[in-house]
């Protein structure tokens, strides 16, 4: 049973940064994808950011130039480096993985204060 687990959440000030992680239970490389999304109360869950299995990235218009994906083969681990954080962040960020399968983290909560 694949895991993921997030950590990195917490209350942020805008104009701030936050780094999210991501530590899969197995190597990333047996993910055809993966990434981050978001939830905002009363909101559907929509895709932040996400990196394929050779790297290549892509992002949500609302925040490109301000997020980055990144990873850590070595450590079984996605990144999320949110900069410039807005209010419109605040969400539950979730991180997601896919082969055959979807999986999903529990979810972590970034509270944006204006």
């Known amino acids: 049973q694949v895991q993921l687990v997030e950590s990195g959440g917490g209350l942020v000030q805008a104009g701030g940064s936050l780094r999210l992680s991501c530590a899969a239970s197995?190597?990333?490389?047996?993910?055809?994808?993966m990434g981050w999304y978001r939830q905002a109360p009363g909101k559907q869950r929509d895709l932040v950011a996400r990196i394929t299995k050779v790297g290549i990235t892509n992002y949500a218009d609302s925040v490109k130039g301000r997020f980055t994906i990144s990873r850590d083969i070595a450590k079984n681990t996605v990144y999320l480096q949110m900069t410039s954080l807005k209010s419109e962040d605040t969400a539950v960020y979730y991180c997601?993985?896919?082969?055959?399968?979807?999986?999903w983290g529990q979810g972590t909560q970034v509270p944006v204060s204006s």
């Open positions: 197995e190597s990333i490389f047996s993910f055809d994808f």
């Open positions: 997601n993985a896919n082969n055959y399968r979807i999986y």
